[in-house]
């Protein structure tokens, strides 16, 4: 069965329970496509993974001394005002904004840039933006990782809210995974699309509250940042492992919605679009 004759009508594909039966039984590809994104990043490279590592600290330590030195940043909503407490919520932000700006960074030219699996191979090509996910993912969970070994070493205490971050995250997953399958299927038709995509990406990351408190936002415009998925989830994963005010659970719940709703029409999308791949390509 080709892949054009499973791209049927546009409604045919918004079912979630059917978009969640694909992803299952396509899982054992997802993790082989998954482990090939994350080593061919770093193939022949000389410390390999460890750059996962070295390159979110390394922007750790200039944005900290950027917001933290220079322009005398603080969160006045955890417990330390420290530079180091300060590093390390802005590190959180990071990791959230990061899933996502990988995610759409790649999207609009995931396809165009495997032809092979378009012409040659008859393959799921649904489940390729599904792997760029599992690789974002990854290196979030080395970010994570590092981020709480950090906040014990400094004397922070472990949290049972710990155990909510899966949770936490799930609307940026949902949102980030609904864009890759709209964004990658637009660029293979709008070839400059990933000019716009970084634009656009490089405006949300100054307008979520990853450098600055949401305190710090004048009250006539913070209503508006507030409204972004994005920012329901920085905040919430702050709340999740820094302590502080408690997680907004409406507005996360929301940003779920809002994530789930996103995932659900890009995967449509995509299936209904896919069968023109290969006259384009």
């Given at each position: 069965m080709t892949l054009s004759a499973?791209?049927?009508s546009f409604a045919s594909h918004l079912n979630?329970?059917?978009?969640?039966?694909?992803?299952?039984?396509?899982?054992?590809l997802i993790g082989q496509f998954t482990r090939r994104e994350v080593q061919g990043r770093y193939r022949s490279s000389l410390l390999g993974l460890a750059w996962s590592f070295i390159n979110p600290l390394a922007l750790?330590?200039?944005?900290?001394?950027?917001?933290?030195?220079v322009l005398k940043q603080r969160w006045p909503s955890v417990a330390s005002d420290?530079?180091?407490?300060?590093?390390?919520?802005?590190?959180a932000g990071l990791i959230v904004f990061g899933i996502f700006?990988?995610?759409?960074?790649?999207?609009?030219?995931?396809?165009?840039?495997?032809?092979?699996?378009?012409?040659?191979?008859?393959?799921?090509?649904e489940l390729l933006p599904v792997s760029v996910l599992g690789s974002a993912l990854f290196h979030a969970a080395i970010g994570l990782a590092v981020l709480l070994v950090a906040h014990l070493a400094l004397g922070g205490a472990a949290r049972a809210s710990w155990v909510l971050i899966p949770v936490v995250l799930l609307p940026v997953v949902c949102l980030s995974l609904g864009l890759l399958w709209m964004l990658s299927s637009l660029g293979v038709f709008i070839r400059d699309l990933g000019y716009a995509v970084a634009l656009a990406v490089q405006i949300l990351f100054f307008a979520t509250p990853i450098f600055y408190p949401m305190e710090a936002i004048p009250s006539p415009y913070r209503a508006v940042l507030r409204s972004s998925?994005?920012?329901?989830?920085?905040?919430?994963?702050r709340a999740t492992i820094f302590g502080g005010p408690p997680v907004a659970w409406t507005s996360w719940a929301l940003a779920a919605l809002f994530g789930a709703v996103?995932?659900?029409?890009?995967?449509?999308?995509?299936?209904?679009?896919?069968?023109?791949?290969g006259d384009v390509i």
């Open positions: 499973r791209s049927a979630p329970v059917a978009l969640l039966r694909q992803l299952w039984r396509g899982w054992s750790l330590l200039v944005y900290t001394f950027v917001f933290g030195i420290g530079l180091a407490q300060f590093g390390l919520v802005l590190f700006s990988e995610c759409a960074t790649r999207a609009a030219g995931l396809i165009v840039s495997t032809p092979n699996y378009v012409k040659k191979v008859v393959f799921p090509l998925p994005l920012a329901t989830v920085v905040e919430a994963l996103v995932m659900v029409v890009g995967y449509a999308w995509f299936m209904r679009t896919c069968r023109a791949f």
